[in-house]
């Protein structure tokens, strides 16, 4: 379920900004990441960010999905995993 969730909430955000109604560039997510010493980053998104069924493509990083924790828009969450 929260895999959709996810999804659900990125698919929003990606129409928003093909519309015109906010930037990618204002999007922010915080991700699980075994490699850091605090276990999370915070990853900013672009212009030229992807969304695929299963992960989100940004630059040389792509993010599946079930790693997402929250996603950040303008400085506000939006969505939290769990919530």
């Not at 900004?17 to 998104?45: H, I, N, P, W």
């Not at 030229?48 to 993010?63: F, T």
Request: glycine share 8%.
């Amino acid at each position: 379920m929260g895999k959709l969730e996810v999804y659900e909430s990125l698919k929003k955000v990606f129409w928003l900004a093909r519309v015109g109604r906010l930037s990618l560039d204002s999007v922010e997510l915080l991700v699980l990441d075994r490699s850091s010493t605090s276990g999370v980053k915070r990853l900013q998104l672009s212009s030229e960010a992807v969304l695929l069924s299963d992960r989100v493509v940004a630059g040389d990083s792509q993010i599946p999905l079930h790693r997402i924790l929250e996603i950040w828009v303008e400085g506000r969450c939006v969505w939290r995993r769990g919530r």
